[in-house]
């Protein structure tokens, strides 16, 4: 279902899926590689991890079948070709359904805890758009939960200097079944949840 409606709606990423079947790292070299000759950004590594960068990791225990895709400057784009605000990542269950789950990623690279409130405030606006995005185009429904990761791979989890209250974690599920995690690490527990 996800996979059949990004090759409706975003041909050019559907080009681009990767499959795996083991655990699932994240990482972002932009910054990293940002003065060298040869510039690098979001990439997934599987099943181990990168050694070079810290990174976001889904551990994927039950071998689950998924699918994903590193988003870049072209993955979204406004009608003059710029391109749109958007996270790094999406994930699926590679047989997705309407009750499957879908992660999007967004990774900040801060050793700095006092400017978590900014970057983290950044990438959770930039996972409700690319959201967004699918949600407008039918890619994911109502149905299909949608988990919002805002990751510091450089910092321990808890992120200091920001949080977000119950009520509103709360409200966002069951208004639009999102759910907001601040993490650096989450678990495939089934094609219908993370843990």
């Not at 407008?136 to 200097?161: C, D, E, H, M, R």
Request: hydrophobic residues 35%; proline residues 5%.
């Amino acid at each position: 279902m996800i996979k059949e409606g990004i090759r409706l709606s975003y041909d050019h990423q559907f080009l681009t899926i990767k499959d795996f079947v083991d655990d699932l790292h994240i990482a972002d070299y932009t910054e990293q590689t940002k003065a060298d000759v040869v510039k690098r950004s979001v990439e997934f590594h599987s099943p181990i991890g990168p050694v070079d960068i810290k990174h976001f990791s889904i551990e994927n225990p039950f071998k689950l079948d998924i699918s994903g895709i590193e988003f870049d400057n072209s993955s979204f784009t406004c009608g003059n070709g710029n391109p749109r605000s958007q996270c790094e990542s999406v994930i699926f269950p590679t047989e997705s359904n309407e009750s499957s789950w879908v992660l999007f990623c967004e990774l900040k690279y801060s050793l700095n805890p006092s400017k978590n409130k900014f970057h983290l405030t950044k990438a959770i606006k930039q996972l409700y758009k690319t959201r967004y995005y699918y949600y407008q185009n039918g890619i994911v429904n109502f149905t299909n939960t949608s988990y919002l990761v805002a990751s510091i791979p450089a910092q321990k989890v808890p992120f200091a200097n920001f949080t977000i209250s119950p009520s509103n974690l709360s409200k966002l599920k069951r208004k639009r079944n999102i759910v907001l995690k601040l993490i650096n690490k989450i678990t495939i527990n089934s094609e219908q949840l993370l843990g």
